[in-house]
Nanobody, 115 residues
Framework: QVQLVETGGGLVQPGGSLRLSCAAS????????MGWYRQAPGEQRELVAD???????HYADSVNGRFTISRDNAKNTVNLQMNSLKSEDTGVYYC?????????WGMGTQVTVSS
């Protein structure tokens, strides 16, 4: 069973930065794509950013230009660098991966942006 473990969440002031990492239990080249979703209280889970096996990235409009997703193939991790954080970025961030129609989720890590 594939395991995805997120690290790097926490409390940060508006305008600050955080870096999230997702460690996979197997070679990330096995996945068609990996990405990050977030869920704010009372809201649906939404895609933040993803990156496919070829390295092509996609970002939600709300984070484009502020967040950067990247892969570290040697460490089997996917990272999300979050800059210029806003209060509306608060939520639980989940790592996601899929192989064809099989989907895998991490347990999530809390990100709180507040002064």
């Amino acid at each position: 069973q594939v395991q995805l473990v997120e690290t790097g969440g926490g409390l940060v002031q508006p305008g600050g930065s955080l870096r999230l990492s997702c460690a996979a239990s197997e070679n990330i080249f096995n996945f068609n794509a990996m990405g990050w979703y977030r869920q704010a209280p009372g809201e649906q889970r939404e895609l933040v950013a993803d990156i496919n096996v070829g390295g092509v990235t996609h970002y939600a409009d709300s984070v484009n230009g502020r967040f950067t997703i990247s892969r570290d193939n040697a460490k089997n991790t996917v990272n999300l660098q979050m800059n210029s954080l806003k209060s509306e970025d608060t939520g639980v961030y989940y790592c996601h991966a899929h192989i064809l129609r099989r989907q895998f989720w991490g347990m999530g890590t809390q990100v709180t942006v507040s002064s």
